[in-house]
């Protein structure tokens, strides 16, 4: 005979007394916080972890629409990277800057997240994007995106799915999803970087071992041209003159490419020697003179340094490189490009000045000219001049600066140790 307090034979375990609504939300935030984890883990391809978080995000905040803005460190702006949700086209190419204008310039320039119940009753809210998109934003949580220490960019989410307005619990939320957000974001970057950086150690190596060759094969072609140059007659007719110009140019091009794809794939010590820097800089501008001729451009240069102990050829193969693209810079008449040597502090350091009066760069050019394989001469610069430039003049333990204003012209700065370091 059983009683009321026996259990029926086969039955489960006796249901808990219900969940409190607290106990109900905290459950569902761990639960939320593990599917994100599991999500955005595991993958090292930075567009499919933007793509899972964002996915991630919008389930575990029962959101409507979600963004990432990710930080632009050259333009100091936010970018729309990835965009999920309804009717959100056309905003992958609004950029936004970081200040406390917008909702997500605010969080980025103070870096805590922010709760915003009522969108159209913040100032901060721009309506154009929900004219432009056609979407109805009500409510907003934005967090701020930071991997190690450093910020990554801003994630939103618009809109809970239940019609109800973002609260606290939400905003906290929102804040563990963030950091599991940045820390995927921030490895899948590393990774790329390491990878990255691994393609173009192979690809030095093997530039390097092919630039040993060509130099070789230039090497027998200057004993050759030589020759030909001893034995050309004043009487030679004037297209064969004018070819074997043209190809000596050339010849002295592909030896400079060489030389800086030498240059740069391996780390060597400055051969130090007296020199004489004014005569150095005359050679470069007899050297580059028939070259600025073709293009109107009038050289000059002047020292107020007598003597310094440098690596000539190093040094000579900075002027050439800021000489020539200074003389390419200059696209008005009269072009005029000078070397003004003059000494700096104490006299133990000495300063080399390229001027020009040509095209000049706008900031962001100026931002990235010193980067390996950036060029603005498109296809008929190898990108790697100006690299070269930086890389033998902190070889010698100096700097290199650059100022530039579009239209008016530039300026390249060396500073030099006038002696060796002991």
């Known amino acids: 005979m059983s009683t009321e307090s026996e259990k ?11 969940l409190s609504s607290a106990a109900t939300e905290s459950r569902r935030a761990l639960e939320a916080l593990a599917e994100v984890s ?13 793509r899972s ?46 200040d406390d204008a917008s909702i997500a310039g605010w969080v980025a320039n103070h870096q805590e997240p922010l709760l915003v119940p009522d969108a159209y009753q913040d100032s901060r809210f721009n309506r154009e994007y929900d004219l432009k998109t056609g979407f109805r934003t009500r409510s907003i949580i934005s967090a701020p995106l930071v991997a190690k220490g450093k910020p990554v960019g801003v994630i939103q989410l618009l809109n809970r799915l239940d019609g109800e307005s973002f ?11 963030a950091s599991l957000i940045a820390v995927a974001i921030h490895n899948a970057e590393e990774h790329r970087a390491r990878v990255e950086a691994e393609r173009l150690a192979t690809v030095g190596q093997t530039i390097a071992g092919m630039a040993h060759c060509v130099k070789n094969i230039l090497n027998g072609l200057r004993a050759g041209s030589y020759i030909i140059d001893q034995n050309m007659k004043p009487d030679t007719d004037a297209g064969v003159t004018r070819g074997w110009k043209m190809v000596k140019r050339n010849m002295q091009l592909l ?44 050289l000059a240069a002047r020292s107020a340094v007598e003597q310094v ?65 950036f060029s603005t001469k498109g296809g008929k610069g190898t990108g790697l001049g100006l690299a070269v430039t930086k890389k033998i ?12 204003t579009a239209g008016v012209g530039t300026e390249f700065i060396m500073v030099l140790p006038a002696r060796p370091p002991e």
């Open 8 to 18: 029926p034979k086969g039955a489960g375990p006796a249901a808990g007394p219900p």
């Open 38 to 50: 599991q999500m955005v883990a595991g993958d090292l391809d930075v567009e499919a972890v933007l």
């Open 53 to 98: 978080a964002m996915r991630a995000a919008a389930t575990a905040m029962r959101a409507e629409a979600c963004s990432i803005l990710m930080l632009n460190r050259e333009t100091n702006t936010l970018q729309f990277h990835i965009v999920e949700g309804p009717q959100t086209q056309g905003l992958a190419a609004v950029s936004v800057p970081i």
């Open 167 to 177: 609260d606290a619990e939400d905003l906290e939320l929102a804040r563990a999803v």
């Open 255 to 298: 030896s400079g490419i060489v030389l800086d794809m030498l240059s740069y794939s391996k780390t060597r010590k400055p051969l130090y020697q007296e020199c004489r820097i004014g005569d150095l800089c005359q050679d470069i501008l007899n050297l580059l003179e028939g070259e600025a001729h073709e293009k109107t451009v009038e």
């Open 309 to 373: 102990c440098i690596d000539e050829a190093g040094i000579r193969r900075c002027l050439i490189n800021l000489v020539g693209n200074a003389i390419d810079a200059c696209d008005k008449e009269p072009g005029r490009v000078e070397i003004k040597v003059e000494p700096v502090g104490k006299g133990d350091h000495f300063a080399i000045r390229v001027c020009d009066n040509g095209c000049g760069m706008p900031p962001e050019t100026r931002a990235k000219i010193f980067q390996a394989f």
């Open 393 to 404: 003049v902190e070889e010698h333990g100096g700097s290199i600066r650059v100022e530039s």
